[in-house]
């Protein structure tokens, strides 16, 4: 089509990696994830030949992310941990912790507690502070992992400029301990910080949407500076699906 007629006069014929990712993010836009899942994966490969280890390694992660929607969780683990891999490779602190974040995803899809837990204490070793830990901590509970309780949560709660965070991490705590109404007043808290407008929006979305309150499942595109934002979209379009 015409986008693609474009994309394919334009200077980026001239370098393939750019070329290959741009056309995923056109599939993956349009709904095409087994398309988009290939080109990300070429993309990956000629940007190793060409030198751009970031590219690299987003390209990589983003295809394992196509896997994970399209519910191949094998062949999904097995992508994350490799590319969480080459990740540590190439020096790459924070693709090293989204990679084992999204595997310990993916092991839990597939059963495997023992693997969801070691890659989830991969993960919280490379996670920076603020967003990606509360991020990591959250999926940690909703994947049903015991690891959380031994990280700490204080330098998250000292920050005033992260307490939409940490009330939304109350909330999860309080629904995880069976504890609803709690989570509801945390959640409504966490509302009332703008948590909308930080990168665990959908998380909060999600927790709604448990917790019987009005939520929305938000556009599933990229480009997103927290990869794991995904899951949780991809979690609540699941419960929104009729059961067949």
């Given amino acids: 089509d015409a986008a ?3 994309l394919h ?8 990696s750019l070329l290959h990712y741009t056309e995923a993010r056109i599939a993956w836009s349009r709904g095409d994830v087994k398309r988009a899942e290939v080109l990300y994966e070429r993309a990956a490969e000629d940007a ?4 751009l280890s970031g590219t690299e390694s987003e390209a990589r992660e983003l295809g394992g992310m196509a896997l994970l929607r399209r519910g191949e969780w094998n062949e999904a683990q097995r992508r994350f941990a490799a590319s969480g891999t080459r990740a540590r490779q190439l020096g790459l602190s924070f693709r090293s912790y989204t990679s084992a974040a999204l595997g310990a995803y993916a092991a839990h899809r597939i059963g495997d507690g023992e ?7 991969d993960a919280a070793k490379f996670a920076p502070p603020g967003p990606p830990q509360a991020s990591l901590r959250i999926l940690a ?3 049903q992992s015991p690891v959380w309780k031994t990280w700490s949560t204080e330098a998250i709660a000292r920050d005033p400029q992260q307490a939409p965070l940490m009330s939304l991490i109350r909330a999860r705590e309080a629904l ?8 509801k007043r ?5 509302r009332a910080e703008s948590i909308d407008e930080t990168e665990l929006r959908e998380e909060a979305e999600l927790l709604a949407a448990e917790l019987g309150m009005p ?7 990229p480009p997103y500076p927290n990869i794991l934002r995904y899951v949780a979209i991809f979690d609540l379009e699941r419960m929104r699906k009729p059961s067949r």
């Fill in 115 to 121: 693997e969801r837990d070691r890659k989830l204490a």
């Fill in 48 to 51: 190793a030949n060409e030198g």
């Fill in 176 to 183: 995880h301990a069976g504890d609803a109404e709690t989570a």
């Fill in 141 to 143: 509970i909703r994947l």
């Fill in 9 to 16: 006069k334009s200077r980026l014929v001239n370098r393939p």
């Fill in 215 to 221: 939520a929305q499942v938000l556009p599933a595109d």
């Fill in 186 to 190: 945390e959640l409504r808290r966490a």
């Fill in 4 to 6: 693609e007629r474009d």
